[in-house]
């Protein structure tokens, strides 16, 4: 621990009057404990603003989302990042699960679930199914910080909702302050005095739409249950989400200039590759003979070609400049960007040239607990969960739902490093009663049931059939000799009780 030696200030507080001058002193000590927190010529033009959540959002947002999608567009590793991340979080999509034990009701619910989610019926567009659009809106949170999904009433599959989704441009952040009933609205978003959201202002259109003129849209007030906010978020209180990459979207622009001048810097120096000089003895006599008479020089050198020369001239070959360090560089930058967005190194660039088995796993192990965050505790609970009761309510008044059926979100699988090491790792696990054969199932991104089903399904056929695979537990052991049937017990097993 450094002791501070009291400076002229220090001695002169001191003199006026001891007390103070000891209390100031007692502060400086305790503030340079904490080596960030000293004022120093170390710290000289760090600027730290102390402000919230909120007035750095509403000084920086949009130009920052710019520069986001600017990135996304322009430059391959923020694409990569862009996509590589929704792909993780969502896969072939965040599926539900009914959770219901009276098989008629649970049949019937199920029809009208996949015949509504698994569709272009869920989408007011009727582009994307209900995963599709999981990946539209990680997409738009890694990019643009947020998503909007609003809710609409219409029929479809049999169903009254449709959902949309709209970019947080159509936030009007020109809505600030207090309104007559005492609500807040802050940055577009509306408030009761207790702190909940009520409402939001949003445009009609996408401001940024040239077709539309900013005088000639308007926002409109959107209750809260009708729309969805989906942002991942970082500090208590923040309402609004910041793109992903905003700490490292400087070095991404500073990497692809840096790029773009080495790659000009080679091929203007690659236009001079030849160059003809005369000889001393012949320079004056050179610069004023005639340039149409005698041999002419070719502008271009091909190859095997042979060229005289006159006497006294002599031929030198520019140097162009080389690009040392430059991979160095670059895999300097993109670490940091990789660490920026939270993803491996190798699954930014696809360089998997220094990995191995066992750094590969590793990288993934720490990715994947990033994957499961965002899953847990950002898409589930802010789409999935509110969507699942728009769709309850809906069947509900139509007669489908007698109540609010129970749901359990499965998310895709993940894809294994090394099966022959973690398959047998799984069954262990069910074996010894770590995780259920239902739970072993679904982090393989199946339905139990429905792989239940399947599963007799195929057996029945095989039975039906007279053969035998090697993979049937029933017939052949694991060790691959023939063990007797198991007794019928009319169809059922202990997963069915």
């Given at each position: ?136 809106i990680a997409k738009s949170i890694v990019e643009s910080g947020e998503a909007l999904v609003v809710r609409r009433r219409r029929m479809s599959a049999g169903i009254p909702l449709q959902i949309e989704v709209l970019e947080p441009d159509h936030i009007d952040t020109s809505k600030d302050g207090t309104t007559n009933g005492n609500n807040n609205i802050i940055q577009g978003i509306e408030y009761s005095p207790r702190g909940r959201r009520v409402a939001y202002w949003l445009y009609d259109h996408h401001p940024g739409d040239q077709f539309y003129r900013m005088t000639q849209i308007s926002s409109r007030r959107i209750p809260a249950s009708e729309v969805l906010h989906i942002y991942r978020i970082d500090r208590p209180g923040q309402v609004r989400g910041v793109p992903w990459g905003a700490p490292v979207l400087l070095r991404l622009r500073d990497f692809d200039e840096y790029t773009d001048a080495q790659l000009i810097r080679q091929k203007i120096a690659a236009c001079f ?225």
């Open positions: 621990m450094s002791r501070v030696k009291p400076n002229l200030i220090d001695r002169v507080v001191s003199w006026a009057n001891p007390r103070a001058g000891l209390q100031r002193l007692q502060y400086r000590q305790a503030v340079a404990l904490f080596e960030g927190a000293e004022r120093g010529r170390r710290t000289k033009g760090w600027r730290a603003p102390n402000s919230s959540i909120q007035s750095d959002t509403r000084r920086g947002l949009t130009l920052l989302r710019a520069r986001s999608r600017d990135l996304a567009q322009n430059n391959a590793h923020a694409a990569a990042a862009h996509r590589e991340i929704p792909a993780a979080i969502v896969g072939h999509g965040i599926t539900p699960h009914l959770l219901i034990t009276d098989a008629p009701a649970r049949a019937r619910a199920e029809a009208l679930t996949k015949a509504w989610f698994d569709t272009t019926a869920c989408d007011a567009q009727g582009q994307l199914n209900f995963y599709g659009i999981q990946n539209l590759s030849v160059f003809i000089k005369p000889g001393d003895q012949f320079g004056a006599l050179a610069s004023t003979a005639d340039p149409t008479e005698g041999p002419v020089l070719p502008e271009k050198v091909e190859p095997g070609m042979i060229e005289m020369l006159d006497n006294g001239k002599e031929v030198a070959f520019g140097s162009p400049p080389g690009v040392s360090g430059f991979g160095e560089y670059a895999t300097t930058s993109l670490h940091e960007v990789a660490a920026g967005y939270g993803v491996p190194y190798s699954v930014l660039t696809g360089d998997l040239r220094q990995v191995n088995f066992s750094s590969g796993r590793l990288g993934l192990i720490t990715f994947y607990r990033n994957v499961t965050n965002w899953q847990q505790h950002l898409l589930i609970p802010q789409l999935c969960e509110p969507v699942w009761r728009w769709f309850a309510e809906a069947a509900q008044t139509i007669g489908a739902f007698d109540d609010a059926m129970p749901v359990r979100w499965s998310p895709p699988r993940r894809q294994l490093t090394d099966p022959a090491r973690e398959i047998p790792a799984i069954r262990d696990a069910v074996r010894s009663g770590l995780i259920t054969h239902r739970e072993a199932i679904r982090q393989q991104g199946f339905d139990p049931d429905d792989f239940i089903d399947e599963v007799r399904e195929f057996n029945d056929q095989l039975d039906e059939r007279g053969l035998v695979f090697d993979t049937d537990p029933r017939r052949v052991s694991s060790a691959g000799l023939s063990q007797p049937a198991q007794p019928d017990t009319g169809g059922s097993n202990a997963e069915d009780e």
